[in-house]
Structures are given as structure tokens and as C-alpha cells.
């Protein structure tokens, strides 16, 4: 069984920086994309980032695109996410995922990921 356990949400002020990570155990790591999504109340969920297993160019959405970077460490199985110059709009509960690599669809989509985490609170005052 595949789990993912993040970590490194909290509460920051606009403009600040937050890392998070999600350690991924599964024996193959290497071998598949992980990602992050958010979900704020009422809205859906959304991509935020990915990366492939072949660590090519990242996947960033827009809103995210120059403040946020995505990195995994394939000898410790965890991805990370760097977010800098927090805004309040990026409050949403943070979820890492994992696609394996007989999936196939855009980064950006959630029903490419079979695995998910149990998600972690960010919330950014203004």
C-alpha cells in the first residue's frame, strides 16, 4: 500500500515562505509523479504543482507560476514544495499525491493520481 504523510503547513503572514513535504512509501519511488494539490472551503480542488519521474519541467498553475517550486529527493522519497511571497488567496489545505507509471493525463488533473495524502492546513493572513 502506497502512503503519503505531509508536513511543513502553517500559519505565515503575506509575503512570508513555507516548505512542505510529503514523504511517499512506496518501493518505487523513482517511478512516479508526485504533485501537490489545494483545496480552500468551497471551492474545488486544484493543481498546484508536479513533478514527472523524470524530473523534466515542472507543472505550476498559473497563480503559482515564479513564487513556488516543486523538488523531489528520490534517495528519501519525499517531494517538497517551496512557497515563497505567500498571498492570503493561497489559504487551502495543501494534499501531495502520486501517480504510478501506468498513468497517463495532464499533471494539472487529479484523477491522474491514485494516492493521496491526508493534507496540511496553510493559511496566510493578511
Known amino acids: 500500500e502506497v502512503q503519503l504523510v505531509e508536513s511543513g503547513g502553517g500559519l505565515v503572514q503575506a509575503g512570508g515562505s513555507l516548505r512542505l513535504s510529503c514523504v511517499v512509501s512506496?518501493?518505487?519511488?523513482?517511478?512516479?509523479?508526485v504533485g501537490w494539490f489545494r483545496q480552500a472551503p468551497g471551492k474545488e480542488r486544484e493543481g498546484v504543482s508536479c513533478?514527472?519521474?523524470?524530473?523534466?519541467?515542472?507543472y505550476y498553475a498559473d497563480s503559482v507560476q515564479g513564487r513556488f517550486t516543486i523538488s523531489r529527493d528520490n534517495a528519501k522519497n519525499t517531494v517538497y514544495l517551496q512557497m515563497n511571497s505567500l498571498k492570503p488567496e493561497d489559504t487551502a489545505v495543501y494534499y501531495c499525491?502520486?501517480?504510478?507509471?501506468?498513468?497517463?493525463?495532464?499533471?494539472?488533473?487529479?484523477?491522474?493520481?491514485?494516492?493521496w495524502g491526508q493534507g496540511t492546513q496553510v493559511t496566510v493572513s493578511s
Open positions: 499525491a502520486a501517480s504510478p507509471p501506468y498513468r497517463s493525463g495532464s499533471y494539472s488533473s487529479a484523477k491522474r493520481f491514485d494516492y
Open positions: 513533478v514527472s519521474s523524470s524530473d523534466d519541467t515542472p
Open positions: 512506496v518501493f518505487t519511488f523513482e517511478d512516479y509523479a
